[in-house]
């Protein structure tokens, strides 16, 4: 089994930056990727961005392209995703999973990003 734990969330002024950090622990070369998603109130949980374990290849959705780095450290079984240029619109809960095959799993408790304008 898989626990995921994210932190690095907090409260930021619009332009500013954080960096979430998701630690793996257990048998997470079980999954072959890691992802970030994030939930506001009253939305659907939306699929951030998210890096395979093995190789180069990174997805982002639209709304973050050029502003958010999706990156990982396999010595470390650790995710981390670096928010430039932080907008009131990226304010959600932050959740990290691992994803076997087609499904999404193992997800962690989330982490709080609230940006103010």
């Known amino acids: 089994q898989v626990q995921l734990v994210e932190s690095g969330g907090g409260l930021v002024q619009a332009g500013g930056s954080l960096r979430l950090t998701c630690a793996a622990s257990g048998r997470t070369f079980r999954s072959d990727a890691m992802g970030w998603f994030r939930q506001a109130p009253g939305k659907e949980r939306e699929h951030v961005a998210s890096v395979i374990w093995a190789g180069t290849h990174k997805y982002y959705t639209d709304s973050v392209k050029g502003r958010f780095t999706v990156s990982r450290d396999n010595a470390k079984n650790t995710m981390y995703l670096q928010m430039n240029n932080l907008k009131p619109e990226d304010t959600a809960v932050y959740y990290c999973?691992?994803?076997?095959?087609?499904?999404?799993?193992?997800w962690g408790q989330g982490t709080q990003v609230t940006v103010s304008s």
């Open positions: 999973a691992a994803r076997y095959g087609k499904t999404w799993g193992n």
